[in-house]
């Protein structure tokens, strides 16, 4: 079924009644040609991916819960392409461009407000490490700005510029980064890949991967053993267990990261704001709520949950930068487990075991980079061979001392 707006109103007419379910609930088959585990954003977006661009639909999205329920459902939705070094930022911006005409892609309304990402600088030294990336950015196409004081007050009113704990001198703005509603990407992904014949799996938990020798020859879940000729792995903070169950140890460390929301309140903040002197980052939701985060909580672990000390620490960092935020209730919190690699960069690649293919590594950036790293991981899972853009993002370039070293925009796992 096609949504579209006379759509809505003459289901209105009918109660609503006349609505198809937007993907099945199939019983999964013995063997597929791909099989995805993960059906978070990512794996479902390479599923949508081999479907459309290779015309691979005998595909299985593999999910342990309901889909779009671990980090695609828990992050602050910022979407942005403002990174520093090239082997990011162009796979970054290719992202952003594919979210620009996702919602008529997907026939699916993901929500997308390019409103702009501000990241404010507080010293001269951060500004020139701020206008560097910035320059770096535009080189390569990227639409970058740098705003003052003046440029900031008129935008975001309800900064404090002068009395702040550190005082704010600017800002670096990237106008077409914002944010999508985040788990209506992941059921506009499922829909779209169901419409095209990729079977999407809920409530079936991958707990070993089946090798023959090298070769990889399906998974073996909690509803049976089912075979495959691909496996790919799109399971964020669980990417070292779903690893090593192929046999593989990688660079990534699972940790928390907590965000908040909120209650609704009157439009407060028009963008999505940064704070560069500690970490914070805010927007507003289209029903009022402030969402927003602050860094990791500085332990390893699986739990869905975060502590309280961080959340002081998110606060406190808040406050510094808008103190009117004091006055703001907060209703709800939860913590989602990421996977951090030790130089803040991703892996869309190939793995050593045959057949076996691996996007991961995200830390706490992924989100924007969902459709992107589904055509990515797509590519690399039909041609068994990187696209030019997901060529830097390698297991082996640890080994091979080829690190991405993002310090402009990514994680900061050396603070860990
Ligand atoms: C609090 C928070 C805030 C964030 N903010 C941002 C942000 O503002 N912008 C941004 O770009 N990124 C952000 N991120 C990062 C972003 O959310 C993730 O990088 C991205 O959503 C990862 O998508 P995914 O599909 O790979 O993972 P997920 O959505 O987590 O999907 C992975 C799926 O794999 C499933 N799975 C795991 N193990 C198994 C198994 N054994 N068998 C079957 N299924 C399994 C899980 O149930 C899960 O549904 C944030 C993350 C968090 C936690």
């Known amino acids: 079924m096609r949504y579209s707006g006379l759509k809505l109103f003459l289901q209105g007419l009918g109660g609503h009644r006349g609505w198809s379910q937007a993907w099945r609930k199939p019983t999964p088959k013995s063997s597929y040609d791909v099989i995805i585990v993960g059906g978070g954003g990512h794996g479902l977006a390479a599923a949508y991916y ?29 979407v942005r392409s403002n990174y520093m070094f090239p082997q990011n930022h162009h796979f970054y911006e290719w992202s952003l461009k594919l979210w620009e005409g996702l919602e008529q892609d997907l026939n699916f309304n993901v929500m997308m407000s390019q409103r702009g990402v501000i990241n404010l600088f507080h010293s001269d030294a951060q500004r020139q490490s701020f206008s560097r990336r910035g320059n770096s950015m535009m080189l390569s196409g990227i639409d970058a700005e740098l705003l003052d004081r003046d440029q900031l007050r008129a935008m975001v009113p309800l900064l404090d510029l002068d009395n702040a704990r550190f005082p704010i001198m600017g800002g670096l703005m990237q106008r077409r980064g914002g944010t999508a509603r985040h788990d209506a990407v992941a059921w ?16 079936c938990e991958v707990t070993g991967i089946r090798r023959e020798g090298n070769r990889v020859v399906g998974v073996e879940t909690t509803r049976g053993f089912i075979g495959a000729r691909k496996v790919g792995l799109a399971v964020a903070g669980n990417t070292s267990r779903l690893a090593t ?10 940790h928390v990261l907590q ?17 560069g002197a500690g970490h914070f980052y805010i927007s507003q939701s289209d029903k009022g709520g402030l ?35 004091s006055r703001v209730r907060v209703l709800r919190q939860w913590g989602g487990v990421m996977d951090m690699t030790m130089d803040s960069s991703p892996f ?66 050396w603070l860990q």
Not at 50 to 67: F, S, W
Not at 245 to 254: C, H, I, K, Y
């Open 50 to 78: 081999l479907a459309k661009e290779h015309g691979i639909t005998n595909v299985a999205v593999v999910e342990k819960g309901p889909i779009g329920l671990g980090n695609t459902g828990r992050n602050t939705t910022i």
């Open 291 to 325: 969402v927003f985060g602050g860094n990791l909580d500085g332990y390893n672990s699986y739990a869905q949950r975060g502590n309280l000390p961080t959340v002081e620490h998110v606060w406190a960092a808040g406050l510094s930068m808008m103190p009117s935020l």
């Open 245 to 254: 169950m192929a046999g593989l140890r990688l660079p990534v460390e699972s």
């Open 259 to 275: 965000a908040f929301v909120s209650e609704g309140i009157k439009p407060f903040v028009d963008h999505v704001v940064t704070f």
């Open 348 to 413: 869309i690649c190939k793995t050593p075991v045959e057949g076996l293919y691996l996007d991961g590594g995200w830390c706490y950036g992924g989100f924007k980079a969902t459709p992107g790293a589904g055509w990515c991981h797509a590519y690399t899972i039909a041609n068994d061979a990187p696209h030019e853009r997901n060529k830097y993002f390698t297991i082996e370039r640890f080994s091979e001392g080829r690190m991405i070293d993002e310090r402009g925009a990514g994680a900061f796992p």
């Open 188 to 203: 506009g992904f499922a829909r779209a890949a169901d419409q095209r014949g990729v079977d999407i799996i809920e409530h």
